[in-house]
Structure formats: structure tokens, C-alpha cells
């Protein structure tokens, strides 16, 4: 159960940001994935990875987020509207076309005011943590649209951010939710905690794997090599350990007071 490895570099479970995003490639394994071995996954693999690993980045907190307020409206009188970030605007004739499929054009005004003639008060986004493209379906040409494949509970998806600096998908996203806050609309995010984009015993390792398997992941006790896999995802993490319940608590509360989504 135990699957540090001092070859590999890991992304911090608590970057605020992704500095860079993986490039697969047989050293984001913590073995060899190529051998014939059917026990492949109990040999170490000391190639080092520090080329096509993910990285994070030192973010700058601070956000003029002027008199921005949560509108907190009634239950009685809430109207979910569940969005896809990129698939909102992706084709959108009104939204412009450099910002389609991004944070900022889900503030747009197109946007904005399709929503509220809908009488919509809240968008909840599906999944905004930065996600993983699984290997085998970037082998197929195809890729993870719903993002349910994440990453890093902290840090927004690059993808849909419309500018490439570095840091631009968190503060493009601050300015999406002071936006839609501005005209009276909550942002809810759908979150996936039971599970992260490092598979199962065969899967790759990133970030969590490396750093506390036992404590991060549950695993079968009395053959700790295999994980739970409630999901069908490859793994399912271990909210009973204070660590793990922690970072899942101070996610939510990074996203409700750095973030100001709303739920």
C-alpha cells in the first residue's frame, strides 16, 4: 500500500493553480507499464517524470472584488440552470468567438441575458477542478468532456480559461462569479470527491498516490496493494482520515471564501 516513489515529482494536493498540465508518458507510472509481468505495478519504476508531470503555481490572491455579494436567494424562489462550461458558449453565434467555451463567456452578456429571461437565479457548473484526459482515450482521439476525472480539488481547469497566462484561469474565474453575482445569479459547482484521476493499482501516479497512499486512498485490508472502488473510477478516497477530511474541508472552504461561489 505504500507507493512513494523518489523518482517522481508530485503536484502539491493544495496548488491553487496549474502551472503546467501533464504530457503523458511511461514515467508518470510508478512502474513499468510495458512489462509482461501480471505484478508489473510492484516493481519501481525510477524513470524520472519531471518533463511531462503536472506542476502547480504560486498563485496572487488578491481580486478587486468591489461590493460583491452573494445574492443568497430563498429556496422557495432558486431555478438551477446546470451548465457545462465549455458547452454553454462552445457554439454560441452571440457570444465572441475568442472567449466561447471559457469562464468568461459564461459572463457574457448573451449569456446573462438568455439566463435571466429563463427567470434562472443560479448556474451550477459541472465540473470545474482541473481534470485528466485518461490515456486511453487520448489513444482513441477522443477526451474526458465532463471532467469527472479530477486532479486537484483547488485549482480551476485550465481548458476553459480564454487567455493563456498561467494564472489567468483563476482570476478569469473570479471575475465569472463577481459577474453573474452582479446581475442576481448564484454559482453552485458540482464537486467530485470520492474519487481522483490516478486510477487503480495500474493507474498513473500524480499527486496523492505518491505522497500518502494509505492515508488518501482506501485501500482492501489485509492486500493494501488493491484499492475500493465504489465508482467504477479506480479508486475511492479515504474521507475517514483526518488528512484527506481535512483537504476536502478546506477545498469547500476555499471555493466559498477565495472563490465566492455559493455552493
Request: charged share 20%.
Amino acid at each position: 500500500g505504500l507507493r512513494f516513489n523518489s523518482s517522481k515529482v508530485l503536484l502539491d494536493p493544495y496548488a491553487k493553480a496549474i502551472g503546467r498540465d501533464l504530457t503523458w508518458d511511461d514515467s508518470l507510472f510508478p512502474y513499468n507499464i510495458s512489462s509482461p509481468n501480471r505484478d508489473k505495478d510492484l516493481e519501481i519504476n525510477r524513470d524520472d517524470n519531471s518533463a511531462f508531470c503536472p506542476l502547480g503555481a504560486v498563485v496572487d490572491a488578491s481580486f478587486t472584488w468591489g461590493n460583491d455579494a452573494a445574492p443568497n436567494i430563498p429556496w422557495h424562489k432558486t431555478v438551477i440552470y446546470e451548465a457545462h462550461v465549455k458547452s454553454m458558449t462552445h457554439l454560441h453565434p452571440e457570444v465572441p468567438e475568442h472567449i466561447r467555451g471559457t469562464y468568461a463567456g459564461l459572463c457574457s452578456e448573451p449569456v446573462i441575458q438568455h439566463l435571466k429571461r429563463l427567470g434562472v437565479t443560479a448556474v451550477e457548473l459541472e465540473p470545474i477542478h482541473h481534470h485528466v484526459d485518461e490515456k486511453h482515450l487520448l489513444d482513441k482521439g477522443l477526451k474526458n468532456h465532463w471532467g469527472y476525472n479530477t486532479l486537484s480539488f483547488f485549482a480551476p481547469d485550465l481548458r476553459y480559461c480564454a487567455t493563456s497566462h498561467v494564472l489567468g484561469a483563476v482570476q478569469e474565474f473570479k471575475t465569472m462569479v463577481r459577474v453573474l453575482h452582479s446581475h442576481g445569479i448564484e454559482v453552485i459547482l458540482d464537486v467530485v470527491y470520492n474519487h481522483t484521476a490516478e486510477g487503480n493499482h495500474f493507474g498513473p501516479m500524480f499527486s496523492f498516490k505518491g505522497a500518502d497512499n494509505l492515508a488518501y486512498y482506501k485501500v482492501v485490508e489485509g492486500d493494501e496493494r488493491f484499492y475500493f472502488d465504489y465508482t467504477g473510477c479506480g479508486n475511492s478516497l479515504n474521507v475517514r482520515h483526518p488528512r484527506l477530511l481535512q483537504l476536502i474541508m478546506d477545498s469547500l472552504r476555499y471555493w466559498i471564501t477565495e472563490m465566492h461561489v455559493d455552493g
